[in-house]
């Protein structure tokens, strides 16, 4: 099955650090979502960015695509001990289902 | 606006025992979904529901798991007769339409022992 897969699958940095994850997945997009699962809770959306944009912003998180290479990359800045999460992506092609990968394990150590 | 929200958060069941699992999506939101992550892998996509029809029940991985959502409301997922490998997490999430985030609930963590 087509899954976007995140790299790395564990990051731990110090808090202000920048941390960047990247995702990469195999067929055409609509768009591409980030979210953010702390544990024991749901996954909490953070940027949809669709398959004509090349750049988003929302705070401290920039994202990018690349269609080209099919990947992504989440960049999050000044990073805190609150950002320690799990973080996935997930492509949506055609419409009814978003395809998620494993993640990446962020730990922010203050 | 409420959240989605799944019932209960935590399933300790033993093998060949049925478990039914609930989800209340966001009111309004006609698309519902439901996902499952094992052992820390992927979150897998089991089934889509828009309004009270099965959209798209691929996922499902075999006739032991029923979904319905009667009326277009609140959905419910059984598992029947349980299995070791069904342990997991299973998340519902709803939209309002095709590509716009997906809101997702604290999910439901099943142990089958």
């Known amino acids: 099955s087509q899954q976007g897969e995140e790299d790395p699958q564990a990051l731990s940095i110090q808090e202000g650090e920048n941390a960047t994850m990247n995702c990469s997945y195999k067929?055409?997009?609509?768009?591409l979502q980030w979210y953010r699962q702390n544990s024991g809770r749901g996954l909490v959306h953070l940027i949809l960015i669709r398959s004509n944009e090349r750049e988003k912003h929302s705070g401290r998180l920039r994202v990018t695509l690349d269609t080209s290479k099919k990947s992504s990359s989440l960049l999050i800045t000044a990073s805190r001990a609150a950002d320690t999460a799990s973080y996935f992506c997930?492509?949506?092609?055609?419409?009814?289902?978003?395809?998620f990968g494993e993640g990446t394990q962020l730990t922010v150590n203050p | 606006e409420a959240g989605v929200t799944q019932f209960p958060s935590h399933s300790v069941i033993e093998k060949g025992q049925t478990v039914t699992l609930r989800c209340d999506p966001i009111s309004g939101h006609d698309n519902l979904y439901w996902y499952r992550r094992v052992m820390g892998k992927e979150i897998k996509f089991l089934l889509h529901f828009v309004k009270e029809s099965k959209q798209d029940e691929s996922g499902m991985p075999n006739n032991r798991f029923l979904a319905e959502r009667t009326g277009g409301t609140y959905s419910t997922l059984k598992v029947q007769p349980a299995e070791l490998e069904d342990s997991g997490v299973y998340f519902c999430?709803?939209?309002?339409?095709?590509?716009?985030?997906?809101?997702f609930g604290n999910g439901t963590r099943l142990t089958v022992t």
């Open positions: 999430a709803s939209r309002v339409g095709f590509y716009s985030p997906l809101h």
């Open positions: 997930a492509e949506e092609t055609s419409g009814s289902r978003l395809t």
């Open positions: 067929t055409s997009i609509n768009n």
